[in-house]
């Protein structure tokens, strides 16, 4: 996989997904608070019911839904992707907007802080959902699966960009990460499947 020309539709596709869930989520939200009782559609049976996960107060761990973190997240990447794209094929609209290219490293380096905290939030969610909630939400675990490429191909794009000044040691590990890319999202996302069917197995079982 080409990074540099992936890169950029890893962010617009993977934005506008996230952004869309986010946004059903937050609509969700509001219905719950009109009607505590309401049934919505997400609520297939015990295991994955969104009213479930919406009622906790994992889901507003600031006092707001956390959706709404998501829309203001998703719509800055997805707006970056686009900047991406249109600026590939000429001096680079980046450039002018940052001013020179030495500028672009702190961006890129605070875009990778950025998808950071976004997925160590996002695995705190996976937690709280599977282990202490005890039901899964559709449109948050969309969001799961959208963030999760999302950090990994931007510390990708950091890796081969040379943004990372960091010692030897650490570098190999970098560059690991930046060969077996692919791997590494596949095994996250089957380790995330096992957790789940081990956590609900008495659920399948009967």
């Not at 997904?17 to 719950?32: E, H, N, P, W, Y």
Request: charged share 10%; aromatic share 16%; proline share 3%.
């Amino acid at each position: 996989m080409n990074i540099q020309k992936s890169y950029p539709y890893i962010l617009i596709i993977g934005s506008i997904i996230g952004l869309l869930a986010s946004f059903v989520l937050t609509i969700d939200f509001i219905k719950i608070i009109e009607n505590p009782n309401v049934e919505l559609p997400c609520n297939i049976n015990p295991f994955i019911s969104c009213s479930s996960v919406a009622s906790t107060w994992q889901n507003t761990v600031f006092g707001f839904p956390n959706s709404i973190l998501g829309i203001m997240a998703f719509s800055i990447l997805l707006t970056i992707g686009i900047i991406l794209i249109f600026g590939a094929s000429n001096s680079s609209i980046l450039d002018k907007m940052l001013g020179e290219n030495r500028a672009q490293k702190p961006f890129w380096l605070l875009v990778n802080l950025g998808t950071l905290v976004a997925m160590i939030f996002v695995m705190w969610f996976f937690y709280q959902s599977v282990y202490n909630i005890g039901s899964l939400c559709i449109y948050c675990m969309t969001v799961w699966v959208v963030t999760w490429p999302i950090f990994l191909y931007t510390t990708v794009w950091n890796i081969q960009e040379g943004h990372f000044n960091v010692e030897h040691r650490v570098l190999n590990i970098l560059n690991f990460v930046s060969r077996h890319h692919i791997q590494i999202l596949v095994t996250v996302y089957l380790i995330a499947i096992f957790l789940i069917l081990f956590q609900f197995k008495d659920f399948f079982l009967y």
